[in-house]
């Protein structure tokens, strides 16, 4: 709003200039649209201003933004298409056609990590009003760099003939694998074969656990406890290399995913994609009975709602009503509510990607969150755009039941030890605060909803292909009912 403002002054200054220099208004015209286009470019490279680095051209790269005189990456969690199109808006790129990319798909984050958890509704003029947690504040590695594919508009002729598409490609059918430069056997750099040629290292770019668990199966190693991208532990990159390899995680082999392109090649020296792989793994898997049997819709007073609000658990529109109303605390918000039971059916205990000590306390639950995305809630409609979130759900980790014979052994209370044990569930109960979507916004219908653990992939699992239940949901104004629930990927 500010820049508008600023925009528009200077732009009755200079209308009057012209009127007082009594300039043709040829000239005048001509003089102001260079002197707009002098403006606009020293707006953008006020704070927020942002840019796109390691793509082909300027329509795509890792996001940078603009803060306190410095250039810093943003973290690809929560990071997806919403996101995504308010960075190609900003840059004035249409917004159809967007992509966001993960996992730094055009190379490892450069520099600090100035945004994590962001979260648009998509009104947003410029990613740094979306909201996010703070400057600076980020669990992140360099591997986490979130990016975009824009679409260029039409009249560009510049970049014609780039396919602006990511272009996956199959791999080669009979790919040989290997593991070198690790310190004991089950971790090293990927090397992979073809056809009896030279063996070659592979482009990390976009690597993560997905792919790392295949190469780990592949194996017989187990499953991926790590995936990397660095030269620790050596390997040449080539311009020949691989890069931009994308597999779902249920592949038997490497051969059976894809790779890009325009990834290929075009790799820092020192993004090489490494693993290390372990025998003993958890596994999380969603009852999906559970959530069919207990969800249920209620409508909350907003004033019973302002914790959750602390913590993003309403849709958008409760924050407008918020700053738009006095009287916001008496409207009321309709949630659909459910209860998410987790259960552990690995072979190693669950645990926090992130060390005890960087948990975050949550003054209004009154206890740490060691997970920022655990969970999402999403709502879908028939053409599968997503019309409501539950958005993150940052859980505190505990065993709540277990199998008989095994004892509880993690919970919240006390600054206690997280994490869900082998055979025990971690449970919401629906009456637990912000476990819901909130539907206000949603028209009576038909939808689906999907309930996703471990949802990004950032914590490694033995499988990510029980980690979400996809359901129907009805909607009438009065009513609700979740049926129909399959167990799949997230
Ligand atoms: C990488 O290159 C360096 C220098 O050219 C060479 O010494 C080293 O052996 C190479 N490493 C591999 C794994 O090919
Ligand atoms: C792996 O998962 C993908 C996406 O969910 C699915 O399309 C594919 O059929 C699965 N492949 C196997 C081998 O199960
Ligand atoms: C968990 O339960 C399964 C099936 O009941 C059992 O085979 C396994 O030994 C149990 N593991 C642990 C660590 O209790
Ligand atoms: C349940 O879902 C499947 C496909 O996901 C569909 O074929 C079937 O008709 C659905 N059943 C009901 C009762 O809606
Ligand atoms: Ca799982």
């Excluded at 704070?47 to 796109?52: H, P, R, V, Y």
């Excluded at 970049?159 to 971790?187: F, V």
């Amino acid at each position: 709003m500010v820049a508008i403002h600023r925009f528009i002054i200077t732009f009755s200054v200079l209308l009057l200039l012209s009127y007082i220099l009594c300039e043709s208004p040829e000239e005048a015209k001509k003089k102001r649209a260079l002197l707009i286009k002098k403006h606009l470019k020293r707006l953008k490279k006020v704070n927020g201003a942002i840019k796109l680095v390691g793509g082909r051209g300027e329509f795509e790269g890792n996001v940078e933004i603009l803060h306190e005189g410095s250039w810093g990456a943003i973290c690809d969690d929560e990071w997806d298409i919403n996101e995504a199109k308010i960075i190609c808006k900003q840059l004035e790129y249409p917004p159809s056609d967007v992509q966001p990319t993960a996992n730094s798909y055009f190379g490892p984050a450069r520099r600090r990590y100035w945004m994590d958890n962001v979260y648009c509704d998509g009104t947003e003029e410029e990613i740094s009003l979306c909201r996010f947690d703070g400057w600076g504040q980020n669990d992140c590695t360099s591997t986490e760099a979130a990016g975009v594919i824009c679409a260029e508009p039409e009249e560009s002729q510049e970049q014609k003939d780039i396919d602006h598409k990511i272009s996956m490609m199959k791999l080669p059918a009979n790919l040989k694998i290997r593991l070198r430069g690790g310190r004991i056997a089950t971790e090293g750099r990927v090397e992979i074969q073809n056809n009896g040629g030279k063996w070659e290292v592979i482009c990390g770019d976009g690597w993560s656990l997905l792919e790392a668990l295949v190469v780990c199966k592949s194996l017989s190693l187990g499953y991926a406890s790590d995936a990397m991208q660095t030269d620790f532990f050596g390997g040449n990159l080539t311009d020949k290399s691989l890069g931009g390899i994308k597999c779902f995680g249920n592949e038997t082999s490497l051969s059976h995913c894809l790779y890009n392109e325009h990834v290929t090649g075009k790799c820092t020296s020192q993004d090489v994609a490494a693993l290390s792989c372990t025998q003993t793994m958890s596994d999380l898997v969603i009852d999906h009975i559970d959530l069919m049997r207990t969800a249920h819709l209620e409508d909350k007073q907003m004033f019973f709602l302002q914790c959750a609000m602390e913590e993003n658990c309403v849709a958008s529109t409760a924050y407008e009503i918020q700053k738009e109303n006095d009287a916001w605390h008496l409207e009321t918000r309709r949630l659909l509510r459910f209860t998410a039971r987790i259960f552990n059916a690995g072979n190693a205990d669950f645990r926090p990607a992130i060390p005890k000590h960087l948990w975050e306390w949550h003054m209004c639950h009154m206890h740490y969150h060691s997970m920022e995305v655990f969970a999402t809630f999403d709502i879908y409609n028939n053409k599968g755009e997503r019309v409501a979130e539950g958005h993150k759900a940052s859980f505190c980790l505990e065993d709540n039941q277990c199998l008989p014979g095994v004892q509880p052994k993690y919970a919240c209370a006390n600054y206690g030890d997280q994490g869900i044990s082998v055979n025990c569930s971690d449970i919401y109960k629906y009456t637990v605060d912000c476990q819901w979507v909130d539907i206000s916004d949603l028209d009576p219908g038909k939808y689906s909803l999907k309930v996703a653990v471990n949802p990004e992939f950032k914590v490694p699992e033995m499988s990510f292909e029980n980690n979400a239940a996809v359901c129907d949901f009805y909607y009438s104004e009065t009513y609700g009912s979740v049926t129909n629930c399959t167990v799949q990927r997230p």
